[in-house]
């Protein structure tokens, strides 16, 4: 537990220590006094660095949630990096996609040597047809986006089938782009809302061939800005799980998985939304409808050396690895070349990657760590609960959490701004004062 030096302010809880919850209660801290909860051994959610020991005193630190960012569309993540003068370097992004069964192989953002990465790939017509494809898609995408805000929509399914587009662009195209980002089954792919992936990817500079944005990592791993967050609060409890918020005309009394009670002004709950409904005692009917609507993905990690995931053809290799598997029994299996994203290659003597579903081709012995990630899966009935979002909440108690975006990084930053907002924090003046070094954790 970590103390303040002095009284300031109202006391506020935030549950939950992602991005969500960083940002809510760093923001919250320049004028409250704040507690924050964590059911886990550790802060930052994704935020998640594993420090290598390569021997010979040489060690390496590598993530393996959150790992990008970059300096367009993170405004919000970028404010809070600044004033927290958290280090960034230049980072890789391009993508492959690797079919088991077909042998192709291609990587994008790599120029021609990427999309033509071997000479047979030059003789492959439905490869070559999807090629001319990706162009037609931009352009019948952007002009979704342009109708109507209150025009019908249609699964991404749909637009396909209706513009006519191929079986093989959805299956070595689509699906992969897909799955990839969202860390989803690719068989859902083509039940994703269209015009809500493609305002996605139109904001990420994905709906042209050129004007992509800068992306960037923090150097030494996203611990760093975690700590440095950690660093400016009143109180943080680590391994200690909320069990239950009950709101009153006071504001809220919160138990923890020590039988532990607190009463506090107000507070930002800032984990899962099927998380949050289970600690409300009193939920309202709309806090019940919309927080049971949005579903998560569950997907296993793992940290290794194995190459053998990545494309055979090093010109197909990339940043973002996309195996689409021989059999329908696999989902999502992606892996992240952290060596190449994070700009490793001068301190490491060896690949090290993340697999995101790789349980059957990753070697076991090469397995440096294992982790469980859960993203949000979007369907027309949870980007209809999302657009509910707003409405929930009040002044004593507010919700946070990537699920009130895209479920990215800068999505959770800005819903912790403005839960932390709606319970009347201000993003003003400096917690340069309350920074404290060390910390005592119960």
Known sequence: MRESNGPRGRSVAVIGSGVAGLTAAYVLAKH???TLYEADDRLGGHARTHDIDLGSGRHVSVDTGFIVHNDRTYPTLLRLFEELDVATQDS???MSVRSSASGLEYAGAKGLSGLFPTIGTVGRGRYLAMLADVRRFHKHARAALALPADAEDESLGEFLIRHRFSDFFLEHFMRPL???????????????PARYLFRFLEHHGMLTVFGSPRWRTVTGGSARYVEKVAATLDVVLMSTRVTRIVRSANGVSITDSNNAVRNFDAAVVAVHPRQALDLLAQPTLLES???AAMPYSVNRAQLHTDESVLPRAARAR????YLIPSTDEDGVVVTYDLTRLMRLDSVADRRFLVTLGGERYVAPESVI?????EHPIYTPESVAAQSRLPELGSDVLAFAGAYHGWGFHEDGAVSGLRAAERIGGSWTGSNAEHSREGAVTT
């Open 32 to 34: 409250d006094r704040v």
């Open 92 to 94: 890789d992004m391009s």
């Open 178 to 192: 897909v799955a990839a980002v969202w860390s989803c089954d690719p068989k859902i792919a083509p039940e994703y």
């Open 289 to 291: 409808v919309v927080l």
């Open 318 to 321: 990339a940043s973002w690895n």
């Open 369 to 373: 760590a294992e982790m469980t990630y």
